[in-house]
Structure formats: C-alpha cells, structure tokens
C-alpha cells in the first residue's frame, strides 16, 4: 500500500485532497485505497507499481540531505507522489458513497442539524463528476511523467557499463501493448481525431483500436509488410514510402476506431443488464447523445473510416502495379452517387 508509512496515513491524504478533513480514520480507507491500486495498476503497469511501493517503504524515500549518488531518488519520490495523487482521490470516490450514511442497528440514516444537513442529490453528482475529472487529470500527469522519465536510468557497474532503467515504464506490458498499433501516442491520434490530449481516454481506446487493426487495417497488407510495418514503429525508424503508407493506414484506424467507441464508451455492462450513462438534476448539465444520436455519429464515423480505408487499398494497389511495371486506376463509384437522383452513372 502506497499510504501510512510510519502511521500517518490520515495526514497523506489531507496533504493530497486538501477540502477533506484530516480527522477522517484511515482506517476506514484502507480496504478502498485497494480498489484503487488494482484500477491503477491495469493504467501503468504492476511494474512501474511496484517500483514506486519499495521507494516508497525504503529508508529513501524524501530524504531531507539529498544523496549524490543517487541522483534517481528524487525522480522516484515525485513517482510516488505522482500516483499517490490518482490513487487518494479514486480511494475518496470508493469511500464517500457510503460514508455519506451512517449505518447502524437501525439500518441506513443520515445525519441533520441545526448546522448541517445532507447535500441535495444534484451536488452529489456534481462533485462525483469533478473527483472523477481530478483524478482522470491526475492519471494523464502520471503517464506524461513516465514518457517523459522513460529513458532515464541508474548505472549499476561503470566499468562493465550495466544499467536499468529507474522507471521499468517502458519495459512495461501495458506500455508496450500500446506500441503494437499503428497509433501509439494522443498526438498521432489527435492529427486526425481530437480526444482532449487526454492520455487516459487513448488508453480506454486502445482495445477498440487493437480490433479495428487486426480485422480491417491488417487484411490490406501482406504477412511480410505488416510485419515490417510493425517492426519500424517499434525500433521508430520508417523509410519514406512506410511513413506515407502508415499515415494513410492511421486515418481509417483513428476514424473507425471512434466509430465504435462512441457507441460502446457511454454504455455501462452489469449484471442486471445494460445501461446508458444518465443523470437528471435540476441545474443545466451535461446529457448523454441518445441511442439514435450516438448511432447517427457511430455510422458518420464508420463511412469516413471506409472512404479512408479504401484510399489506403487503392495507394498499396499502386505501389503494387508500381513495383510490377503496370499502371493502375482506382475509381471510387460512390463519390458519382447523388442521393437525390434515381439513377448512378458508372
């Protein structure tokens, strides 16, 4: 657990979320802190993880005299300090629900005074919102502190010239997942579908993309120029003609991608069936596009996907007919269709 060293987890999370009170008994956080770990884990990776948590329980961690032969510590407590961040206030989101009752032998009650009383159920889910927000905010400083951080390492022997990284981000599993598509970075995919430079929700598109790739990008190519496709954007070294063909594989990949997570993303699975993401208040918020909307813009999506991925098809053609001497002409049919004529002229 990444809180309560030396018994001050109380004092930990008051430093971290600063309009809770410190008189909260972290005892009663400690089973939800978790939950959050496990979630956050699934983000960066048991690895990065777990480099932070024996930092973080070593005599090292935030030494008052800094030690020079250990430039890496300080990087290692501002990691700690990085995921503690996330973790308190997801730990607070699991927490709060609950605790906004009191739970006695008479059951579920709340608490009124003179002074106090319950907050009316629009503030409930305002504040549900805004902690969901900071720590999603919170999750993206974290990722960009470990890309930037993702090449650093420690020398074990000068002489034989033995190094690790201080940071195993980049060794790790759930970056590396992310390194086998054609799009690996919110950058790539914000030069054709803005998502807010948000670093999490590139993640949370990850396995929609993974799919598109496998069942539509990759049935372009042949098993030899997939492979050395997928090899260049490891090693980030692309001849001229790959980089030309990758930036036309990643605008149908970017576009169906999103063409099927808008239907899936504001949708939530659980055991008593399917539900649509809604909340009703009585002050102006924020609604979920509706089933028709998001498959209106779902379908939208999917066409421009097609147009770009029959581009892609028609350029590998040429390439082909290019390498076998022979000219080839794509004509795309579709672009001489007009809804409002009864016939199409081929």
């Known amino acids: 657990m990444l809180f309560n060293k030396n018994g001050t987890g109380s004092l930990e999370f008051k430093a971290l979320i600063g309009f809770i009170y410190k008189s909260i008994n972290f005892d009663n956080l400690k089973s939800y802190v978790g939950f959050a770990e496990r979630d ?16 973080y329980d070593s005599e090292n961690y935030l030494l008052e005299t800094p030690d020079e032969d250990h430039p890496e510590y300080p990087v290692l407590d ?38 106090e009383k319950p907050a009316f159920e629009w503030q409930v889910e305002k504040d ?21 951080h993702i090449d650093d390492e420690i020398i074990l022997d000068p002489v034989e010239g033995t190094t690790e990284y201080v940071i195993p981000w980049g060794t790790s599993a759930a970056y590396l997942a992310s390194r086998e598509l054609f799009i690996n970075t919110v950058d790539e995919f914000q030069k054709i579908f803005m998502i807010g430079g948000s670093r999490l929700v590139f993640i949370s598109l990850v396995p929609f993309m993974r799919r598109v790739q496998d069942n539509e990008i990759k049935a372009c190519f042949t098993a030899e120029k997939y492979a050395e496709l997928c090899e260049d954007i490891k090693d980030g070294d692309f001849s001229a003609e790959n980089a030309i063909i990758l930036d036309k594989a990643r605008q149908p990949l970017a576009l169906l991608t999103m063409s099927v997570a808008v ?11 399917i539900f649509s993401n809604l909340t009703t208040s009585v002050v102006k918020s924020k609604m ?11 379908a939208s999506l ?4 097609l147009r770009e991925l029959r581009k892609l098809q028609d350029h590998l053609a040429k390439l082909e007919a ?3 001497g022979t000219t080839v002409e794509a004509v795309d049919f579709t672009e001489r269709i007009d809804a409002t004529e009864k016939f199409v002229r081929l």
């Open 40 to 55: 956050l884990k699934k983000i960066i990776g048991k690895e990065v993880f777990q480099v932070a948590q024996d930092h």
């Open 78 to 115: 501002e990691l700690v300090a990085k995921i503690q961040y996330p973790l308190a206030v997801h730990t607070y989101r699991k927490y709060v629900p609950s605790s906004d009752l009191t739970h006695g032998d008479k059951g579920r009650q709340i608490f009124v005074s003179e002074q």
């Open 128 to 148: 549900n919102e805004n902690l969901l927000r900071l720590a999603n905010e919170a999750t993206d400083l974290l990722i960009e502190f470990l890309d930037d």
């Open 263 to 273: 239907k899936r993303l504001t949708s939530e699975v659980l055991p008593d069936g």
């Open 288 to 298: 979920p596009a509706s089933k028709i909307d998001r498959n209106e813009v779902s």
């Open 302 to 305: 999917e066409k421009d996907g």
């Open 322 to 324: 290019a390498a076998a």
